[in-house]
Antibody, heavy 118, light 107 residues
Framework: QVQLVQSGAEVKKPGSSVKVSCATSGGTFSAYPISWLRQAPGQGLEWMGNFISMFGTSKKAQKFQDRITITADESTSTAYMELGSLRSEDTAVYYC???????????WGQGTLVTVSS | DIQMTQSPSSLSASVGDRVTITCRASQGISNSLAWYQQRPGKAPKLLLFAASRLDSGVPSRFSGSGSGTDYTLTISSLQPEDFASYYCQQYFTFPWTFGQGTKVEIK
């Protein structure tokens, strides 16, 4: 079955960057975009951007446009999200999710806690 | 951006109760709406897509309806494992946006 396994928790200093990985299995990696989302403590879900492996392109939320890099390595079926210029407000659980054909998210990673603290 | 307004933000209910959660979009989204369940400390899980289509393996006590800007998630008979938070998501247009969530608690 389809599985998305994310990298482990991170603690980062303000101003630094973090790179989270999302290893997929059980499906055709290039056939489905991967979404990145986050959830701050006690808050709701926020969409950050998508990587469309088939075209090697990404779609990003304007809020993160200047700070986020979304990539993938098709040879290992792994997607990556790098967020730079971290600040305390970026402390959150970051999720990757597979995008079904029309835009809903049918499989999710387990989440990666990123803590930004001096 | 399309704003998704979910109500109520929380509710208390008993096992066996019928529960309804609503989601209103700030503009029409042509049934491009999904519902997710999230248990504490876990990733969200897809329940329904296209407003009313049940994802594979989701119990039939969950149902969705609506059109245009107004959508509803109904749990016909609440079970102990249904106590969780629920989120709606529009995927009609970018940026994809979510409702603020509804926490279903045990009465």
């Amino acid at each position: 079955q389809v599985q998305l396994v994310q990298s482990g928790a991170e603690v980062k200093k303000p101003g630094s960057s973090v790179k989270v990985s999302c290893a997929t299995s059980g499906g055709t990696f290039s056939a489905y975009p991967i979404s990145w989302l986050r959830q701050a403590p006690g808050q709701g879900l926020e969409w950050m951007g998508n990587f469309i492996s088939m075209f090697g392109t990404s779609k990003k939320a304007q809020k993160f446009q200047d700070r986020i890099t979304i990539t993938a390595d098709e040879s290992t079926s792994t997607a990556y999200m790098e967020l730079g210029s971290l600040r305390s407000e970026d402390t959150a659980v970051y999720y990757c999710a597979r995008v079904a054909h029309t835009g809903y998210l049918d499989y999710w990673g387990q989440g990666t806690l990123v803590t930004v603290s001096s | 951006d399309i704003q998704m307004t979910q109500s109520p933000s929380s509710l208390s209910a008993s096992v066996g109760d019928r529960v309804t959660i609503t989601c209103r979009a700030s503009q029409g989204i042509s049934n491009s709406l999904a519902w997710y369940q999230q248990r504490p400390g876990k990733a969200p899980k897809l329940l329904l897509f296209a407003a009313s289509r049940l994802d594979s393996g989701v119990p039939s006590r969950f149902s969705g309806s609506g059109s245009g800007t107004d959508y509803t998630l109904t749990i016909s008979s609440l079970q102990p494992e249904d106590f969780a938070s629920y989120y709606c998501q529009q995927y009609f247009t970018f940026p994809w946006t979510f409702g603020q969530g509804t926490k279903v608690e045990i009465k």
